[in-house]
């Protein structure tokens, strides 16, 4: 009924026809209560009419005036023709559809691996600090038996030329009467040179060449004895001198860092 009402226009011819027959068979006095209530009137004739004839509710357009694109010129060969099977055509669909999926896989990929390269990269330190962080000595301006003190990395290197009278002690030492149980071979590459960081192990004062009991280092802060190899051998200091990476070029020049 709902659905009758809303939309009156529907049944509108059906009312006009039948108005007059109707009206004659309902009592006058009710008549004229529906000619006052002309909108009452309506909707009950509305109703009854539904009942009596049952229309469709709408009718359905074929829009056969609105004009449909061709899109034939975006569309692949292969199913320009409506009438034949899209089966027909399956295979070279899917190998389209994996190519194109495959191809931006490896795309993504090789963008994924250049970011994180990039920004690993970017962590790292740049060429000029790297360039700071070495330090190239001549080898030749070291005197035998003399030890010689350089920056590197804001700390103090030693760089001891040794004779071969403390090459040959320091190679004696028996590892097991030292704290920090280390053989001169573990600790130089060339037994005539020593490569050390000059930085006392106990508490970081600045120890002196060529002094103390062993004839090696000597940290006047609390009385630590290093050998010539730069191991500890008496005092507080619990380690030796640390050793930092350091190549020979040639015979001349040394390379640390
Ligand atoms: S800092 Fe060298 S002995 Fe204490």
Redesign the pocket.
């Known amino acids: 009924m709902m659905s009758t009402v809303t939309r009156p226009g529907v049944i509108l011819p059906y009312y006009r026809a039948t108005r007059n027959t109707f009206k004659s068979l309902v009592f006058p006095g009710a008549m004229e209560l529906f000619t006052v209530a002309g909108k009452a009137e309506l909707l009950i004739y509305q109703c009854c009419l539904s009942f009596l004839f049952p229309a469709p509710a709408g009718t359905r357009l074929a829009h056969t005036d609105i004009k449909i694109p061709d899109f034939s010129d975006y569309r692949r060969p292969e199913v320009l023709d409506p009438r034949k099977s899209s089966q027909d055509s399956s295979d070279t669909r899917k190998a389209f559809s994996y190519m194109l999926t495959g191809a931006t896989a490896v795309v993504g990929v090789y963008a994924a691996k250049t970011v994180v390269t990039q920004f690993v990269t970017s962590m790292s330190a740049s060429a000029d600090v790297l360039a700071l962080s070495k330090i190239e000595i001549k080898l030749s301006d070291i005197p035998e038996g003399k030890n010689m003190t350089f920056k590197w990395r804001g700390k103090p290197l030693f760089v001891r030329h040794r004779t071969e009278k403390e090459i040959s002690t320091e190679e004696a030492v028996n590892i097991g009467e030292l704290r920090d149980p280390q053989h001169d071979k573990e600790r130089v590459i060339n037994p005539k040179w020593v490569v050390v960081i000059g930085v006392?192990t106990?508490?970081?004062?600045v120890?002196i060449a060529n002094a103390g009991d062993f004839g090696g280092y000597y940290?006047p802060?609390?009385?630590?004895h290093y050998d010539a190899s730069g191991r500890i051998r008496r005092?507080?200091?619990p380690l030796n001198l640390e050793v930092p990476y350091y190549e020979f070029l040639d015979d001349n020049t040394l390379v640390v860092g």
């Open positions: 006392c106990h508490l970081g004062c120890p940290c802060c609390h009385g630590s005092g507080p200091a």
